[in-house]
């Protein structure tokens, strides 16, 4: 990782009141993975180094916001693509244990060959649609915590995470701008599923000032059996 790339990673993180300065070798080990893996498969839009530091690692790391993620747990990352926020999230928090769940089984193997490679034992891919684990009961209401970035709109996360947590738990979903309609139906969905909207936290990304939310979705109840509907429909035919 070039100087200039170093010092946007630290200040980015510091803007979050992470201090990353313990971790600077395993984001560049990152890095390049990253690097390679895209110039082998087709893992990731965001190729420049500079770009990677500030919308894949600073970007995903602002789920920490509002310590949502404080405490020891059980943390699914739903659609984690090429391990997004879950690597930066395991090289920064050892405590917690990350399930990176993707639908397509070349970005796990990415994320796995990668976890290995930087000695993360705290992670567990997974090959799986989240509907699928939803309704498998060695799955359904078994994380404390779902995290989730630039997946789907908040009623289909409502209907993909909710069941996959347990009372207690925590949905925090990382969107860019979230529109007064998404988020109404995002409340009446987290309802329909057990769930009630928490904390609605808009703030720019660290250095490029892009416009970023954090919708946190508690899970107060029991999710009905019928949820989540089958594979593709949440996203599809979203509840509201
Ligand atoms: N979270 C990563 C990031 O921020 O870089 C990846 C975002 S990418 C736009 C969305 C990912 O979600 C894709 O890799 C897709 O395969 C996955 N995905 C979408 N719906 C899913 C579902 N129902 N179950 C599992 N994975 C899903």
Redesign the pocket.
Known sequence: MTPEATELLLRGAEELGTDLSPHVEAFARLLLLLQEGAAQTNL?AIRSEHDIVLK?FVDSLTCLRGRWLDGDGHVLD?????G?PALPLAIVRPDLRLVP????AK?IAFVTRTAAALGLENVTPLT????ALGRDPAHRGGYDRVV?????SLPALAE?ALPLLREGGVLVAQKGLVSPEELEAGRLAAAEVGGEVRAVDAFALPVLGEARTLVVVGKTGPTPDRYPRREGVP?RKPLF
């Not at 769940?101 to 397509?104: K, S």
């Not at 799986?128 to 509907?131: K, L, N, V």
């Open positions: 990731t894949h739903l659609g984690t693509g090429a997004f769940v993707d639908a397509t970005k799986a649609r989240a509907e989730t970035r630039a997946v789907a993909l996203a």
